[in-house]
């Protein structure tokens, strides 16, 4: 297998001989307004370029969309992705709204799908902890599994929990994908994993890889790529830990 991170939450894996295009996030630098009540307003979304042309982006096999935050599918991807292309999503009211901007063949995961001989299994998400759940909303992962390849766990847009912690425990991922920019807004806490969430899932699967994504890229991060590696130096888990820089691919 192989996974290449584009930028944010926005990867592409090729897995048992299919190409999964997954949170496409696709905008040129600077597209979109700053996510309001949080830090850098004055830098507009994303805050990079996309590091390889949108047209290799969007080659692909199927789409996964976790959930329908703008840096997770925003107008480019609406625009530039076949509507014809299978596309997977959380739940039925994510489905729908994407069905209405054109898409024909939208299925909703659940937790056995299967898309040409390969598991795709949905997992649980929290977007944040306490009242800020109620507006961050609901979110999924996904577990990859196949005869011929590793375990893939993409967590998606959550912290450490209770769920995910019975994830890595049901399934044992070899390789773990986890949104670990610590974002959030003035108020409310994190939205995703920060560095004690991350060394929670290396203590909970010490063996796995585990790759960081959704970092500096958006403009309410909180924790660095620098930050994370140091972090993980210190707390002697830096050899199973990727923190790649946009447009990094990695094979397993």
Known sequence: MKIQHIRNATLKLEYAGKTFLIDPF???????????????????????????SLDSIIDADAVIVTHLHLDHWD???KESLSK??????????D??????????????????????????????GEHGRGP??????SVCGVVFK???????YIAGDTVWYEEVEKVIQRHQPEVIVVNAGDNQFLEGGSLVMGTEDVLAVHEAAPTATILS???????HWALSRTELRQFAAEHHF??????????DDFTF
């Open 146 to 152: 196949h005869e011929d390849e590793k375990t893939v």
């Open 95 to 124: 489905a729908q709204e994407i069905r209405n901007s054109g898409f024909q063949h939208v299925e909703v995961l659940q937790e056995d799908t299967v898309f040409e001989g390969i598991q795709l299994m949905r997992t649980k």
């Open 75 to 77: 107008d480019v991807a």
């Open 132 to 137: 800020i759940l109620e507006i961050a909303g």
């Open 213 to 219: 994504v959704h970092m500096e890229a958006v403009n």
């Open 84 to 93: 014809d292309i299978p596309l997977f999503t959380q739940n039925e009211q």
């Open 26 to 52: 696709l905008a040129d630098k600077g597209a979109y307004p700053a996510f309001p009540n949080s830090a850098r307003q004055d830098q507009k979304n994303p805050l990079t370029d996309l590091p390889v």
């Open 238 to 247: 830096s050899a199973q830990l990727i923190v790649p820089e946009d447009g």
